[in-house]
């Protein structure tokens, strides 16, 4: 029924761009927000960023001027356009759904992707 399937994830150097999609299926996606999250080993998972239904946008600190989250609903897929990697951008990638617009937290989401490894060497 429900599917978030990531993609996009790889090796990059420090410095350069990734763009990770998030196809979605199962649910409405125009009226759910979409956000992103990560976790890297030994850290608990981070919020990295979210876009409403509408298509309002809030990132965390870590990332604000270097990523970029977009939705395209015909198409039912999110993105997360990554610039400017650091090796402490390295982590999994998950992406998630939620109807409501409590964007930060965790558990508000309905829906989680499987993850999309991205690693940032130095």
């Known amino acids: 029924q429900v599917q978030l399937v990531e993609s996009g994830g790889g090796l990059v150097q420090a410095g350069g761009s990734l763009r990770l999609s998030c196809a979605a299926s199962g649910f409405s996606f125009n009226i759910y927000a979409m956000g992103w999250f990560r976790q890297a080993p030994g850290k608990e998972r981070e919020f990295v960023s979210t876009i409403s239904w509408s298509g309002d946008t809030m990132y965390g600190d870590s990332v604000k001027g270097r990523f970029t989250i977009s939705r395209d609903n015909a198409r039912n897929t999110v993105y997360l356009q990554m610039n400017s990697l650091k090796p402490e951008d390295t982590a999994v990638y998950y992406c998630?759904?939620?109807?409501?617009?409590?964007?930060?937290?965790?558990?508000?989401?309905?829906?989680w992707g499987q993850g999309t490894q991205v690693t940032v060497s130095s």
């Open positions: 998630a759904a939620q109807r409501g617009s409590d964007y930060f937290a965790e558990s508000a989401y309905n829906y």
